[in-house]
């Protein structure tokens, strides 16, 4: 199964600043997903990112927002702009499950939290 | 859009009982998952079903598939307390993502 590295673990950010989250694979993977998961809460898809193409974005999230990138098949980022503290979650990277019949795996998360 | 509904949201156990969590989805899928999260943690995959019928095992837990019904359920057999955890279904959408459900929170106690 797939190792997934996120990077930083937790942060306390000021209000209206950003933070760039990064979710590295130990092996090539075709899609990657972004989730949000609120305290408490279920998670939510933010958006999928393949290699080469735009991140396809769910409802009530905005590229400017939640502006990813994925240079290669290993790597992605995840940043969140001009912070404030509704954005206060944990934020978990998630590679495609590598046949039909494997899991999605799960970085540890990002622990995120807004003054 | 692909629902995924998930209950009891919290559920309390005694040791050694037997409970049953239950997953609904609203749209046709080939691949339901079952995770577990402890408290701080990430999600561990617990079991994927891929086909109407489908059952598996593992320890304590047993996990079902019934696609026609579009229901899937996670028994708990003999409960101990390291089943304490959040469990969440999660459903594969033909948009090629997963929804999940909105977790039961489950305590297991002496």
């Known amino acids: 199964s797939a190792v997934i590295s996120q990077k930083p673990s937790r942060d306390i950010c000021q209000r209206g600043t950003s933070l760039t989250i990064q979710c590295q694979v130990d092996?090539?993977?075709?899609?990657m997903f972004w989730y949000r998961q609120q305290p408490g809460q279920s998670l939510t898809l933010i958006a999928t990112a393949n290699q080469g193409s735009e991140a396809t974005y769910e409802s009530g999230f905005v590229i400017d927002k939640f502006p990813i990138s994925r240079p290669n098949l290993t790597f992605s980022t995840l940043t969140v702009s001009n912070m404030s503290p509704e954005d206060s979650s944990i934020y978990l990277c998630?590679?495609?499950?590598?046949?039909?019949?494997?899991?999605?795996?799960f970085g540890d998360g990002t622990r995120l939290s807004i003054l | 859009e692909l629902k995924v509904e998930q209950n009891p949201l919290f559920l309390s156990m005694q040791e050694g009982k037997n409970y049953t969590i239950y997953c609904n989805y609203s749209?046709?899928?080939?691949?339901l998952y079952w995770y577990r999260q402890d408290p701080g943690k990430s999600l561990e995959s617990l079991f994927v079903l891929l086909s109407n019928g489908a059952v598996k095992q593992e320890g304590r837990l047993m996990a079902s598939l019934d696609t026609k019904a579009r229901l899937s359920t996670l028994h708990i057999t003999a409960a101990v307390h390291d089943l304490s955890a959040t469990y969440f279904c999660?459903?594969?959408?033909?948009?090629?993502?997963?929804?999940f459900g909105a977790g039961t929170r489950l305590t297991v106690k002496p």
């Open positions: 999660a459903v594969w959408g033909v948009g090629n993502d997963m929804r």
């Open positions: 092996s090539q993977v075709t899609m």
């Open positions: 749209t046709t899928s080939d691949r």
């Open positions: 998630s590679v495609g499950a590598g046949g039909s019949n494997q899991p999605q795996h």
